[in-house]
């Protein structure tokens, strides 16, 4: 073999060895997706306010946006919207029982429900929202049944209502139950309140719902005992 051919194989293999053992060195790094903190559609002074947000909340509305921008758009600005508390007086219950009590919480799943019903997934953006209050329910003699909302707070929604379900703890709108009521749209995210119904069977119902019309969500619950 002649010596210059003989150099050259050995200046390749030379050079192969050391890009063997540099690799990491001089390799492109790979492109990972990263996800903006800016949320699509927001104005700078809310986008200020989303920032405060728990990182935790803040990623998943950024998540929401990729599928669905206007939705996470709608749902951080009712969220940011300032607070407009409404305290409404309790009415007379003077000659009113009462029949019913809860208290409002998210959905959550415990550990025996899981076991009991091993295919029951709690609803995709869920962790976004909190709450919290007592849930009154009094009888009178004309058949009027009065939803005093006592010390209510809530994250704030697009579309929010509140629905008499037939089931203690609705994960979807599909189990609100067959004679389900929409009884009216939530007034306020802070404060007490009074709702009222007539003509119902208060032993028919297991639960009331805060729910989002517009975007088919589950915000709280507040299983009637």
């Avoid at 990623?59 to 758009?73: D, G, H, K, V, W």
Wanted: proline fraction near 9%.
């Amino acid at each position: 073999m002649p010596n210059q051919l003989r150099f050259l194989i050995v200046v390749v293999v030379a050079l192969l060895v050391a890009a063997t053992f540099t690799f990491p060195l001089w390799r492109v790094p790979p492109e990972f997706e990263t996800i903006s903190d800016e949320l699509p559609g927001l104005s700078a002074a809310l986008q200020a306010d989303f920032d405060d947000l728990p990182r935790a909340i803040q990623t998943i509305y950024r998540l929401m946006a990729r599928e669905n921008p206007s939705m996470a758009q709608l749902m951080v600005e009712a969220r940011l919207r300032p607070p407009d508390p409404l305290n409404e007086e309790m009415p007379d219950i003077s000659n009113a029982q009462e029949v019913r009590s809860g208290r409002f919480q998210p959905l959550t799943l415990t550990e025996e429900e899981r076991r009991a019903d091993p295919d029951a997934e709690l609803p995709p953006y869920n962790a976004l929202f909190a709450a919290d209050g007592d849930l009154f329910v009094y009888a009178y003699p004309d058949d009027r049944y009065l939803f005093r909302i006592e010390e209510f707070i809530i994250t704030n929604g697009p579309d929010l209502v509140l629905i008499l379900s037939n089931t203690q703890k609705p994960l979807s709108a599909d189990q609100f139950g067959r004679d389900y009521i929409e009884i009216a749209p939530l007034r306020s995210n802070i404060g007490n309140m009074n709702y009222e119904l007539r003509d119902i069977n208060i032993n028919d119902y297991r639960s009331l719902v805060i729910y989002d019309r517009r975007y088919n969500m589950i915000y709280a619950f507040a299983p009637l005992g």
